[in-house]
């Protein structure tokens, strides 16, 4: 009778145990929401022309105050031109598939490795206003740089015009009349640069890094006018980390510079493009987990996301007398609220969940902070994004 009691006694030891810690049980879900973009077309356009502008013979840009302990491959040709084409080809793929342009015409490419860039046109009439310099074009003479070691006559003058930057107005008007196009896209300008780091993080382990920095400048042209809209130098970088407990290991895993140097262009165009709209991203969720027999049946429901099989649950037990699991429904119908668009709801069960215990229980309390702050964000971006879609259409 006694090992009986004692053994009841453990088990009931147990339960409460696992109920005081029930808020650290937790799981984490990717779903799918809705970002701004973060650079609008400052108006809505039926065609756009495209092209590629080969001045891969310029400078790269500094990497700048590397690592020490960093081997740094700047990248003159990127590597045979082929990563800024792989960047400006998916680019280009991932403008298409936004159906954003009634139509979208890609233009020859204009190879300008044979070509001296000259800034000479730049001494202009400063008094004169009109001729000021734009920041593109200053940008543009900044990154083609010649090397010192390469000499003009080895090449054809290309002079940069200090408003146009690559183009001429008769250049940009033939364009206009060939394709009556009203916007003209121009990739300008292509730079990366590649690093490897493999580091000791204790006596006996290991750290490897790869990182890719990028930068790409697009020029925007109005056709209709023949004037530049806007610029936008589009700087990324990608980064691959390996952990081992030999240094060769932690090395050898990592992509090749080539491979990390293509992969990284062809991912950078498809961010250049959601930067310039609305698009679909992966985030990622905590929902909570439990033990109780109601609760635990949950789960498989959010796998199969049954979302609102699984709301039905979690709301009956919002006032459950156990605190631990009434919290856990609240920020589980929060989640649920989300998944379904309604923003607002998903705010008051988050809120209402925080109030069950406050700054009691310093782990709920800093997920349920960290959850409304990327609701207040998410309403802030669902406006930004109907302001978008308004503008455009």
């Not at 808020?23 to 990717?30: E, G, H, M, Q």
């Not at 290309?158 to 183009?167: C, E, H, S, T, V």
């Not at 050898?252 to 959601?274: H, Y």
Request: glycine share 4%; hydrophobic share 40%.
């Amino acid at each position: 009778m006694k090992t009986g009691r004692n053994l009841i006694l453990l088990l009931f030891t147990a339960a409460v145990l696992q109920g005081c810690n029930t808020l650290y049980s937790f799981n984490l879900i990717d779903i799918e929401v809705v970002e701004p973009a973060k650079l609008m077309l400052p108006q809505k356009y039926s065609t756009a022309v495209v092209r590629y502008n080969n001045t891969a013979n310029a400078n790269i840009f500094n990497p700048g105050n590397l690592p020490s302990n960093a081997s740094s491959y700047a990248d003159t040709l990127n590597p045979d031109t082929l990563a800024a084409k792989i960047y400006f080809g998916s680019a280009v793929e991932n403008l298409k598939n936004q159906f954003y342009f009634d139509t979208l015409i890609v233009l020859p490419p204009s190879d300008f490795v044979t070509r001296y860039f000259s800034d000479s046109l730049f001494q202009v009439d400063k008094s004169d206003t009109s001729q000021l310099l734009y920041p593109s074009v200053e940008m543009l003479a900044g990154l083609l740089q010649k090397n010192e070691q390469t000499t003009k006559e080895k090449y054809t003058t290309k002079y940069l015009d200090p408003k146009l930057g690559l183009y001429t107005s008769k250049e940009l008007k033939k364009i206009a009349d060939a394709t009556h196009a009203d916007l003209f896209i121009s990739l300008d300008y292509f730079e990366t640069t590649h690093f490897q780091i493999t580091q000791k993080l204790t006596s006996s382990y290991f750290l490897g890094n790869v990182t890719v920095i990028s930068g790409g400048l697009w020029n925007f042209y109005n056709l209709k006018t023949g004037e530049p809209e806007f610029f936008y130098y589009h700087q990324d970088t990608l980064m691959w980390n390996t952990e081992s407990e030999f240094l060769r290991y932690a090395a050898k895993e990592l992509p090749p510079r080539k491979d990390a140097v293509l992969n990284a262009a062809d991912v950078m165009g498809i961010r250049w493009v959601q930067n310039l709209f609305p698009h679909w991203t992966e985030v990622q969720r905590l929902y909570y987990t439990s033990g109780q027999v109601e609760l635990k049946t949950t789960e498989q429901m959010v796998k199969e996301g049954k979302w609102l099989d699984a709301a039905i649950i979690w709301k009956a037990n919002v006032n459950n007398p156990n605190k631990n699991i009434a919290a856990k429904s609240m920020f589980n119908l929060a989640v649920a609220c989300e998944m379904q668009g309604d923003l607002e709801a998903a705010l008051d069960w988050v809120i209402k969940s925080y109030q069950v215990f406050g700054n009691k229980n310093q782990v709920h309390s800093d997920h349920c902070i960290q959850y409304i702050t990327i609701l207040g964000q998410r309403k802030l971006d669902l406006k930004l994004i109907e302001k978008q879609v308004t503008s455009a259409s």
